[in-house]
C-alpha cells in the first residue's frame, strides 16, 4: 500500500509524521499525519480477522521518499500480506483540528485496571471526543462502509435511464456525482480543469 498525497494539485508542499494513534485502545499503533500550508489529512488503519483460529494481520506504516519523482513531501506505505479471513481498511481523513482530552483516548490499559471490558472503555471515551472523531473500530468502519455502499445503490437506483450502453452511462453519473462539492452544488472538474490548463500554458 502506498499512500502519497499531492496538496492545491501537486502545487505545496507538505510535511509527513508519524504519531501515535490516538484514536484506537492500541496505544503502540501509529498513524500518519501529512500536513501542508492550508490542508492536513491523516492515515489510519484498523484490522481484524473474519475467521476463528487466524490471527489478525500484522501492519507497520513507514514513510516513504517519492521526491525524485516530483513530490513535494515524503509519502506513506505499509508492504503485507493477507491470508484468508484477514482484512486491513485504511481511511485518509481530515483530522479535528483539536486533539481529544487524556480521558477520551482508549487503552487496553485502563480497562485492566479497572477491570471492565475495553468496550465500555470505548464507549466512554466516544462522549468525551467530538462527534466528528469516534473511537476508530472494525464495527464503526464496518457501518459506515454498508451505509456509503447503500447510499450509492440507492442514488444510482433511482435512474430511469434504459438505453444503450446503460452500464456505462451509469458508471459515468456515479464519476460526475462525486466530484460535486456538497457545500456549493459545483463540479470540481471546472476548477481542474482550469489548473490543467494553467500547467498547460506553462508548458509542463
Not at 514513510?63 to 513535494?72: A, F, N, R, T, V
Not at 479497572?114 to 466512554?124: A, D, L, P
Not at 473511537?135 to 462502509?145: D, M
Amino acid at each position: 500500500m502506498e499512500c502519497a498525497p499531492a496538496f492545491d494539485y501537486a502545487r505545496a508542499r507538505h510535511k509527513t509524521e508519524l504519531i501515535v494513534d490516538d484514536s484506537i485502545p492500541d496505544e503502540t499503533q501509529k498513524k500518519v499525519l501529512f500536513t501542508s500550508a492550508s490542508l492536513t489529512l491523516d492515515l489510519r488503519y484498523v484490522v481484524e480477522s473474519s475467521l476463528d483460529g487466524v490471527a489478525v494481520p500484522e501492519i507497520k506504516l513507514e514513510l516513504l521518499d517519492l521526491q525524485s519523482q516530483g513530490h513535494l513531501g515524503l509519502s506513506a506505505c505499509a508492504e503485507f500480506e493477507l491470508c484468508e479471513g484477514q482484512v486491513v481498511t485504511f481511511i485518509l481523513r481530515t483530522p479535528p483540528e483539536n486533539p481529544p482530552i487524556p480521558q477520551g483516548i482508549p487503552r487496553t490499559e485502563t480497562a485492566k485496571e479497572y477491570n471492565v471490558t475495553i468496550e465500555s472503555i470505548i464507549e466512554g471515551a466516544n462522549k468525551l471526543r467530538a462527534r466528528d472523531d469516534p473511537v476508530l473500530t472494525t464495527r464503526l468502519v464496518n457501518g459506515l462502509l454498508q451505509d456509503t455502499n447503500d447510499f450509492w445503490q440507492n442514488w444510482i437506483g433511482r435512474s430511469t435511464y434504459v438505453g444503450n450502453w446503460r452500464e456505462a452511462v451509469h458508471r459515468s453519473a456515479l464519476a460526475l456525482k462525486l466530484l460535486i462539492f456538497e457545500p456549493t452544488g459545483e463540479s470540481n472538474m471546472l476548477y481542474a480543469f482550469h489548473v490543467l490548463t494553467d500547467l498547460c500554458n506553462q508548458g509542463k
